[in-house]
T-cell receptor
């Protein structure tokens, strides 16, 4: 596609429910990133996929969070047993390389998650 | 100590003035530096990238990098009301493509 696509754009859920957020990166981009942005805050790194390498999960805040990337393209971020503090905008980005070299990340429009 | 620090602002400048935004970082191994602009309710969009010490100019924007002092700045010349947004400084982590973001500086350009 022309840009990074995320769905849904908005998600309202009840505390304790599981949610899945989807990201479809720019075609041909090998690296995919998930970030979280709480109200009025900067972006918090969650997880990073680069090609077939093991993902960098160092930013996941708890074991309730997991992500997978199927076929090197679409990624799903899953939050189990959601809590109110999980409410945030979840942003996905992709880049043409994941290495050091000057990769530029392009962001999707985000999914706004509200946990009631 | 935060890894990437920015003054949250708001920074208020009159239309036509120069806006100066600053960022410091802690990881001396970082080699890629970015400025993203984020309008309220929107996702970040890249406005500048810089990889070498010195200045890099693109239209009204100039990015400045000083690795010895571990700071990167963004100058916006002839500021316009449409420049009013939050500016996020991002620095790559170590030898990876992972970005660490600052909290952002809110810029207000008053007509």
């Amino acid at each position: 596609g022309a840009g990074v696509s995320q769905s849904p754009s908005n998600k309202v859920t009840e505390k304790g429910k599981d949610v899945e957020l989807r990201c479809d990166p720019i075609s041909g981009h090998t690296a995919l990133y998930w970030y979280r942005q709480s109200l009025g805050q900067g972006l918090e790194f969650l997880i990073y996929f680069q090609g077939n390498s093991a993902p960098d999960k160092s930013g996941l805040p708890s074991d309730r969070f997991s992500a997978e990337r199927t076929g090197g393209s679409v990624s799903t971020l899953t939050i189990q047993r959601t809590q109110q503090e999980d409410s945030a905008v979840y942003l996905c980005a992709s880049s043409s390389t994941g290495g050091l070299a000057k990769n530029i990340q392009y962001f999707g429009a985000g999914t706004r998650l509200s946990v009631l | 100590q935060k890894e990437v620090e920015q003054n949250s602002g708001p920074l208020s400048v009159p239309e036509g003035a120069i806006a100066s935004l600053n960022c410091t970082y802690s990881d001396r191994g970082s080699q890629s530096f970015f400025w993203y602009r984020q309008y309220s309710g929107k996702s970040p969009e890249l406005i500048m990238s810089i990889y070498s010490n010195g200045d890099k100019e693109d239209g009204r924007f100039t990015a400045q990098l000083n690795k010895a002092s571990q700071y990167v700045s963004l100058l916006i010349r002839d500021s316009q009301p449409s420049d009013s947004a939050t500016y996020l400084c991002a620095v790559n982590s170590g030898n990876t493509g992972k970005l660490i973001f600052g909290q952002g500086t809110t810029l207000q350009v008053k007509p």
